[in-house]
């Protein structure tokens, strides 16, 4: 079996992985994770017992119950790369033997609910409402540097969506389904559709403020989009990376976003706060029972 380097999974001295800061029995084996470090503890104050709580630079985690539910909740910070190093060291506290560091040959998969906010780009889909993403379509280049394979289904959904959008600016999108086995408890109550993931808030969304930006018509392409019974129903800077390295690392992986903003209304949340507390209190309800 090969031995990881120091160079290449990086242990603190209390025995815990470098950037978010906890050792494998530390880590829940479900998990949520949510961009802003202060939303920790909006998730964290529903837990009947909180075992562990890190933090390290914007990586703040608390691992808990509620009732029998062992759950883990850390902020990943906003972007594809900061889902780079959650997903990959969240997975090496599983699944690599922190003592010989050496891959396990028993993989032990996780469930990994993002719980975020989100743009609608389609008009029914009202503000405060909330989203389970079917698929990660991503417009940054994360996935571009691992070997991510599409199904046949994605392959045909990708290829529609670069003839319909027309993007410049050498975006080479890419797309990953959902976990099925926890995709399916948050129907009911959701709206579920393809959540298009971007590398940044203002040119890669499509906003404009004192720059040009190199695809005006992002948004109305994006709110036009049909494939078949598929629609994009949201945007953000998460989903995509989410899903393409959980379905590589064997995990199952869900996004589920409050929608703050409806970009075709141009409407906004009047409460965003409370949004969030609607999104946590209905999500943690489903995850306890999952």
Excluded: W
């Excluded at 933090?55 to 703040?60: I, L």
């Excluded at 405060?128 to 417009?139: F, N, R």
């Excluded at 994360?142 to 959008?165: G, P, W």
């Amino acid at each position: 079996m090969n031995r990881i380097p120091e160079s290449e999974l990086i242990i603190n001295n209390r025995g815990a992985i470098y950037h978010i800061d906890l050792r494998p029995e530390e880590l829940a084996d479900t998990v949520i994770t949510v961009g802003d470090p202060d939303r920790v503890a909006v998730v964290a104050k529903y837990f009947d017992k909180i075992e562990v709580q890190r933090q390290h630079r914007e990586f703040v985690s608390a691992t808990g119950y509620i009732g029998a539910k062992r759950i883990t909740v850390i902020s990943s910070g906003i972007g594809p790369d900061n889902i780079d190093i959650v997903l990959n060291e969240l997975d090496a506290l599983k699944n690599i033997n922190f003592e010989n560091r050496t891959i396990k040959q028993t993989h032990s998969p996780l469930t990994i609910i993002r719980l975020g906010t989100s743009g609608a780009l389609q008009e029914h889909i009202a503000v405060d409402s909330l989203v389970a993403g079917t698929h990660g379509l991503g417009l940054d280049n994360l996935l571009h540097f691992y070997k991510l394979q599409m199904n046949d289904e994605e392959q045909q959904l990708l290829q529609n969506f670069v003839a319909h959008t027309q993007l410049t600016g050498n975006v080479q999108p890419y797309i990953s389904s959902a976990g099925t086995g926890v995709l399916k408890h948050f129907v009911e109550g959701f709206h579920n559709g393809i959540t298009v993931t971007c590398p940044g808030f203002y040119g890669p969304q499509g906003r404009i403020l004192r720059l040009g930006i190199s695809n005006p018509s992002l948004v109305d392409n994006l709110t036009s989009f049909r494939f078949g019974n598929h629609f994009i129903s949201n945007f953000e800077m998460e989903t995509s990376a989410i899903y393409g390295l959980g379905r590589l690392l064997g995990h199952q992986c869900l996004s589920v976003n409050v929608i703050v903003a409806n970009r075709v209304r141009k409407e906004f949340s009047k409460d965003g706060a409370a949004a969030v507390e609607n999104l946590v209190k209905t999500c943690l309800g489903i995850i306890e029972k999952i």
